[in-house]
């Protein structure tokens, strides 16, 4: 078999799928650099990821987001945990499809749910968390599409890290 090995790995899904976690196991498996796009958002702007939100909006954040996932384009060797929201982006996709070998880490709505509200208080639930359920299956629902069309699909609900892992260093071949 003639398959080129991925030089960058993309763990795309909705919060609470699992990608930071799954991504620091990988980038330790693989020797591949881990990289938290929130993280470097952070980085770049010298703003937490709930200030911007709050201050300059969500549509200037995914400014940033948009910006920080360009520069890993010529980035080798790396896995990237994304933003929930990263994918979702039209001019983001690209990346996605031809850049990197993209896994979609899949979370059910209610795991997803349980996940992201345990022990938390709801001013430090991330900001599109806080909304009336509703609004949180609406946005759910329709990015599930997106990330199926994007990523090879791996469902989290009952693995666990080292798992999805294991599975994603099979499937990628590395
Ligand atoms: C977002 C997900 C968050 C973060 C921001 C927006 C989203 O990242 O980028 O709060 O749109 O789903 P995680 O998926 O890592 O929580």
């Given at each position: 078999m003639n398959r080129r090995i991925p030089r960058r790995i993309s763990l795309i899904g909705f919060?609470?799928?699992?990608k930071t976690t799954v991504a620091r196991l990988l980038s330790v498996k693989t020797g591949y650099k881990y990289i938290d796009l929130d993280s470097l958002v952070e980085q770049r702007t010298g703003r937490s990821v709930q200030e911007i939100f709050k201050v300059e909006g969500e549509k200037t954040f995914r400014s940033y987001e948009s910006q920080a996932l360009m520069?890993?384009?010529?980035?080798?060797?790396i896995v990237i945990s994304t933003?929930?929201?990263?994918?979702?982006?039209e001019n983001n996709r690209r990346f996605f499809s031809e850049l990197s070998f993209t896994v979609f880490l899949y979370v059910s709505f209610d795991e997803m749910l349980k996940r992201t509200f345990a022990g938390k208080k709801s001013s430090d639930l991330r900001p599109l968390l806080q909304q009336p359920v509703k609004g949180i299956e609406n946005l759910y629902r329709q990015r599930l599409p997106v990330y199926e069309s994007l990523g090879v699909k791996i469902i989290?609900?009952?693995?666990?890290p080292m798992e999805i892992c294991d599975e994603i260093v099979f499937l990628s071949g590395l």
């Open positions: 919060m609470g799928s699992g520069t890993l384009q010529e980035q080798n060797d933003g929930g929201g990263t994918p979702i982006q989290t609900d009952n693995a666990t």
